[in-house]
């Protein structure tokens, strides 16, 4: 049950877009396609951004965006706003029937 | 709209036990699977705990196996999650989160300190 890795920060200026990696195994991100993405505030709880790999809940940003490839997922935020501002961490269900989270990325609007 | 209110968290010594609750509402409870997420102060998500719609099937991370429970009563639309044999590395704020971890309580702060 070791944690999903990913960067420990990204940085961007206003406008552009950046690329978060999350790294798993066959078990878990490469076996199956329940991978999802989480904002979090400071002091606020997770709120789900991304699920089922690449779709987006309702009344999340068209900004935001993600893919897989074998066993590593991505999110994309594209046109990087101050509001973007906080950590994100992946999700994947496992073959164990548990869920694994990522180590966490903590984002930067320069 | 969806809720999940979680409460029961508090201050234990090491050793102690405390149990947590997570009141749902605005979906069919009886439907989902159910987790335990917790974070600890300063750091990254930790998935703890899931269990099945009818209870009959668990699953926990390696750390609070044999020490944490969780269950549920969809007669109450509520999650539980007993804590046993409570380490301070269990200090942490604890939240409920519906089956495929889409939706989310606010968390309830459990500290264990002597």
């Known amino acids: 049950q070791s944690a999903l890795t990913q960067p420990a920060s990204v940085s961007g200026s206003p406008g552009q877009s950046i690329t978060i990696s999350c790294t798993g195994t066959?078990?878990?991100?490469?076996?199956?396609?329940?991978v999802s993405w989480y904002q979090q505030h400071p002091g606020k709880a997770p709120k789900l951004m991304i699920y089922?790999?690449?779709n987006r809940p309702s009344g999340v940003s068209n900004r935001f965006s993600g893919s897989k490839s074998g066993n590593t997922a991505s999110l994309t935020i594209s046109g990087l706003q101050p509001e973007d501002e906080a950590d994100y961490y992946c999700?994947?269900?496992?073959?164990?029937?548990?869920?694994?989270f990522g180590t966490g990325t903590k984002v930067t609007v320069l | 709209e969806v809720q999940l209110v979680e409460s029961g968290g508090g201050v234990v010594q090491p050793g102690g036990s405390l149990r947590l609750s997570c009141a749902a509402s605005?979906?069919?409870?009886?439907?989902?699977?159910m987790n335990w997420v917790r974070q600890a102060p300063g750091k990254g998500l930790e998935w703890v705990a899931n269990?099945?719609?009818?209870?009959?099937?668990?699953h926990y991370v390696d750390s609070v196996e044999g020490r944490f429970t969780i269950s549920r009563d969809n007669a109450k639309n509520s999650l539980y999650l007993q804590m046993d044999s409570l380490r301070a590395e269990d200090t942490a704020v604890y939240h409920c989160?519906?089956?495929?971890?889409?939706?989310w309580g606010q968390g309830t702060l459990v500290t264990v300190s002597s």
């Open positions: 989160a519906t089956g495929s971890l889409d939706y």
């Open positions: 605005g979906f069919t409870f009886s439907s989902s699977w």
């Open positions: 269990i099945k719609q009818d209870g009959s099937e668990k």
């Open positions: 066959s078990t878990d991100v490469g076996g199956y396609n329940y």
């Open positions: 089922d790999v690449s």
């Open positions: 999700s994947s269900y496992t073959s164990s029937g548990t869920y694994v």
